[in-house]
């Protein structure tokens, strides 16, 4: 590493913003490229590259100014890059294997069992508390595993669990009346 760039880490590490927007102005475009590269879109690169340096900036004292810097981002952008490449495949396979369970139907009984149910789930699901709501569709919908969701609400991973296991708990008792086989389909679901 340049003896400038030795200099703007350790200014970094000491929490110098000036010496941290040299580097952002430095590194910027190069990791941006570096995302599109991996084949995202422009959307999704931007995001990433901005992460990248909210990482370098939460981690700078723990970087090592012996060591490249360049390498140091572009290893944080890889790791963001595939964490975002398997949460896709996770929400992806969830979605698939959720429609796989859904079968059409042309039974109007049927169909009309499936159209309650849903109602109900919408319904339990707009009762449920604010957070528990939060939590659920932050699990469930978009796919966030427990210690993600509690990293971006503040929370302990424990608490996402209470939450979760609470938020199950309703759906439970709230289709305990329905027809049996659409209950268990929907818990299979959930």
């Known amino acids: 590493m340049n003896q400038h760039l ?21 590194f910027h475009k190069k990791i941006y490229l570096f995302c599109i590269g991996y084949g995202l879109p422009q959307v999704d ?5 901005q992460e990248v340096f909210i990482k370098l ?12 810097l360049n390498s140091y981002l572009y290893k944080i952008g890889k790791n963001i890059i595939i964490d975002e490449f398997k949460k896709k495949i996770k929400i992806k396979a969830t979605q698939e294997y959720q429609m796989s369970l859904i079968i059409p139907c042309n039974n109007v009984e049927e169909d009309m069992d499936y159209k309650d149910l849903q109602k109900q789930m919408e319904e339990t699901l707009m009762y449920l508390p604010e957070r528990r709501r939060e939590i659920f569709e932050l699990s469930r919908v978009k796919g966030l595993s427990h210690k993600e969701i509690a990293e971006e609400l503040g929370i ?15 759906f439970r008792v709230a289709l305990q009346n329905t027809n049996f086989l659409l209950f ?6 959930l």
């Open 156 to 170: 302990s991973t424990k608490t996402v669990e209470n939450h979760l296991t609470q938020a199950l708990n309703n």
């Open 57 to 68: 900036w939460l981690k700078r004292t723990s970087i090592d100014e012996d060591k490249s």
């Open 6 to 26: 030795k200099e703007l880490v350790c200014k970094l590490k000491r929490g110098d913003k000036m010496a941290f927007e040299e580097i952002y102005g430095l």
């Open 184 to 189: 268990g389909l929907i818990l299979l679901i």
């Open 45 to 49: 690169a931007e995001e990433i590259t």
